[in-house]
């Protein structure tokens, strides 16, 4: 895995929920250390990080429980995180803001 497996927009993300430096970057090694341990569940990982990061809401025990619940069966992460259904994509452009392939909405007139 040589790109780093968290986003540019999950990053911000972090960095808002966990406004102390040293527990984002901590928050920051579980979710490197969790995707690797994902890798077979052929989902996106962004997808997959992103659910810890939801629903962790930024407390860390929160935060923990959702590794937990991820290490044991991944989709039930998703479905606690609001990313289990068809409309995962739009969530996730929700939670996160859109990427830069995600055309931005116009703001209203």
Known sequence: MDEDVISARLHR???RDFADADVARGI???????????????????RLLTAAVVIAA???????????????????????GGLG???WPRVLD???GPT????????PC
């Open 58 to 80: 930024g407390d860390v025990e929160r935060f923990r429980s959702a590794v937990r619940l991820a290490r044991t069966d991944w989709r039930d992460l998703l479905m606690a």
């Open 85 to 87: 259904h068809a409309d």
């Open 28 to 46: 920051v090694g579980a979710l490197r250390a969790l995707a690797l341990e994902l890798e077979g569940s052929l989902q996106s990982r962004e």
């Open 94 to 96: 929700e939670e996160l």
């Open 100 to 107: 830069s392939h995600t055309p931005e909405k116009p703001p």
């Open 13 to 15: 993300r972090i960095r």
